[in-house]
């Protein structure tokens, strides 16, 4: 395993140090991991930069101006922030990111359902050649996941592991999005945050994946076709202490 970002080969460094966004005023580094509330993060620390009024304000989110991204920097100020600053990253249960990533881009965003969806259904989906992309089902995506080399996968679906690299940078704290507020509050407080700046309530359209959608989704999903993906991301099951999947035939009956 890794033990620096210097010793990973340049494509994952590449992705961990974009990932990685910079609080100088704070001395924080986070890396962020889409489906896992990093929007609100973003919000938070356009905030603490003076760049943002309030969380609270309803903006659509530009996932690009105003932050500043780790990989921006000079090899000497990286080192520098990596081995000074406090490293925080949020994760998630994987199978549950995935179904969020799933309903929420080919549910919901064109761009997403032009770039990918045709694409996907073409190649899975006999005499898929008419989709507009917005009809893929779950188990074509999971099979495109198997096919995908996890080094080109779009961000919103490539394992934490690959996105944030935690063997090779040493995070202070890992928070969970299953304990969000608690543990959103707890890094707030850890880098000395002002006490006008708290995480942001869930949005009111926001539909969160619940225990039994999951259960439905995966239930209705060829058993080898997820067996063959818990291998893709093992590292996000076992580093992060989330159980794999109950899929018996037994368990799917209730």
């Given at each position: 395993?890794?033990r ?34 990093c ?16 969380v ?31 490293k ?90 299953e ?51 818990l ?22 009956r209730?």
């Amino acid at each position: 395993m890794p033990r620096s970002v210097w010793e990973l080969p340049a494509g994952q460094r590449r992705t961990v140090l974009r990932h990685l966004l910079v609080s100088d005023k704070h001395r924080f580094l986070y890396c962020y991991v889409p489906k896992v509330a990093c929007s609100n993060w973003k919000r938070i620390l356009k905030v603490l930069d003076g760049a943002l009024e309030s969380v609270d304000v309803k903006l659509k989110m530009d996932h690009k101006s105003d932050l500043v991204f780790l990989g921006d920097m000079k090899p000497e100020e990286i080192s520098y922030r990596l081995k000074n600053y406090y490293k925080f990253i949020f994760v998630r249960n994987p199978m549950e990111r995935l179904l969020s990533a799933y309903r929420n881009k080919f549910g919901e965003i064109k761009e997403y359902q032009q770039r990918y969806g045709v694409e996907i259904v073409r190649r899975y989906r006999k005499n898929g050649g008419n989709s507009a992309g917005d009809d893929v089902t779950f188990s074509e995506f999971l099979r495109y996941l198997l096919d995908e080399e996890v080094e080109r996968m779009n961000e919103h679906w490539m394992p934490i592991y690959n996105l944030c690299q935690p063997c090779a940078v040493r995070y202070d704290f890992i928070g969970s999005y299953e304990r969000l507020n608690a543990d959103a509050n707890y890094v707030l407080e850890r880098v000395r945050s002002p006490p006008f700046v708290r995480f942001p309530a869930r949005q009111p359209w926001y539909h969160p994946v619940t225990a039994e959608t999951l259960h439905y989704y995966l239930c209705n999903t060829q058993r080898r076709l997820i067996k063959e993906l818990l291998l893709k991301y093992i590292l996000d099951f076992s580093l992060f202490a989330y159980p794999l999947p109950n899929i018996t035939s037994e368990f799917c009956r209730q």
